[in-house]
Structures are given as structure tokens and as C-alpha cells.
């Protein structure tokens, strides 16, 4: 019997809160000889769940999902699996997203407009060990980049926890609700919800959502 034959099929894990992309993708994948799809979530938060309690060898990610990002599931999953490799899918080209979701430790960034024909090529590419980022993004990407400079990637000093809560309270969760999600204290989260304000020069809640939309955390 040969090698190829015998091959172990890259094991997926699919994430995203809208079941009809979930089975979009999960038809392009499964139609590949190597991959295979043997989970789903509907939430950034069931995604690490799932990563971490499954045989998963790939993540799929949607950037942008109820209780954690793509970027923030990407950062959990990562630290505790390093041997996890992780994409992340966006609607946006927008070169701010993409340096997050590398910082968080994804292998790469597909846009869902052209995932018909580079997610496979991104899968691949994730597993061996390389980036990708589609190519039709490259160009500009650098060009924006090289223009604008780096400082405005890190605009606001909140740290990976202090995100967490911005999203879920733009999401309009109790200080409870969240603490219970992040297995904190509520206590600890009404601190976090105060430095927060504090860093960003913010008032109330309602800021707080604004800002959480503009950076991408929650959709409006």
C-alpha cells in the first residue's frame, strides 16, 4: 500500500456564525483529497473550545464572530496549541486586520470574495509552515503600509484581555455574562471596564460599542 494512500487527512475546523458560509467552505474543503472537515462553530468562543478538546490540525476562522474575533480565538488557540495552524477569513481587505490576525499567530488571510479559489492554496500554504495573504492584496497592502507607517496599528494600548471585554460589552453583555465567558471575576471585569475608559478617553457604553465597531471587534 502506498504512502499516499495511507496519508492522514488534514483535520479542519470551520468557524464562522453564519451556517451557509460554513457549508460554502466546507464544500470546497471537503472536495480536496488531503482535507477534511470535522467541526464547525458558530462562535469565536466555541471555536476555542473546540480546538482545543478535538484532533484539530487547521483552524478556519471568520474574523468577525459573536464572544471572540477571529483574531482574539486565533490568540487563545495559538498559546495553548502552538502546533495549531490558523486562517483567518475576512469580508475586508483592510491591511489592519491582517497584521492583527498575523500578530495573533494565523498563517494567513483570505478574503471570503475570493475563497472559491485561495483557500484551498491558503490551507496548504498554512501547513507547510508559510503565509498567505491573496495575492490581488499584496500590493496594495504594502503600498498602505509603506505610506502610512506602522504607529497606526497599535493606536490604542488595550491588551488582549482588555479587547475580550470591549467586545463582549459592545455585545451588550452584564459584567456577570462576561466575567462567567472569560472565567473572571465580576469584580475584575468592572476594573477592566474602568481602564479601559480611562486608556481610550471614553464616557459610557454607548462609546464603547462606537469604538468596538470602528476597530472591527463587533459588527454594527
Known amino acids: 500500500m502506498t ?3 495511507t496519508a492522514r487527512r488534514i483535520r479542519v475546523l470551520l468557524a464562522d456564525d453564519h451556517a451557509v458560509v460554513r457549508h460554502g467552505l466546507r464544500l470546497i474543503l471537503d472536495a480536496e ?7 464547525e462553530a458558530g462562535d469565536g468562543a466555541e471555536a476555542v473550545e473546540t480546538a482545543l478538546r478535538q484532533d484539530i490540525d487547521l483552524a478556519v476562522l471568520d474574523i468577525t464572530m459573536p464572544l471572540l474575533t477571529g483574531v482574539q480565538a486565533a490568540r487563545r ?6 502546533d495549531l495552524k490558523v486562517l483567518v477569513l475576512s469580508m475586508h481587505d483592510n491591511e489592519q486586520f491582517f497584521f492583527e490576525a498575523l500578530r495573533a499567530g494565523a498563517s494567513g488571510y483570505v478574503l471570503k470574495s475570493a475563497a472559491h479559489q485561495d483557500l484551498v492554496s491558503a490551507c496548504r500554504a498554512a501547513m507547510r509552515g508559510e503565509p498567505f495573504l ?9 503600498h498602505d503600509f509603506l505610506e502610512r507607517g506602522a504607529a497606526h496599528l497599535s493606536e490604542d ?3 488582549a484581555r482588555e479587547s475580550e ?11 456577570r455574562e462576561i466575567g462567567e465567558i472569560l472565567h473572571i471575576s465580576e469584580k475584575t471585569v468592572e476594573r477592566h471596564r474602568s481602564n479601559i475608559l480611562d486608556k481610550l478617553g471614553l464616557r459610557d457604553r454607548v462609546a464603547l460599542t462606537r469604538y468596538a465597531i470602528r476597530r472591527g471587534l463587533v459588527e454594527p
Open 165 to 175: 471585554v470591549v467586545k463582549l460589552i459592545a455585545e451588550g453583555l452584564t459584567s
Open 3 to 5: 504512502g499516499a494512500a
Open 77 to 82: 488557540m495559538t498559546e495553548q496549541r502552538p
Open 134 to 142: 491573496h495575492p490581488a492584496g499584496v500590493t496594495a497592502l504594502i
Open 33 to 39: 483529497p488531503d482535507f477534511e472537515v470535522v467541526a
Open 157 to 159: 494600548s488595550l491588551s
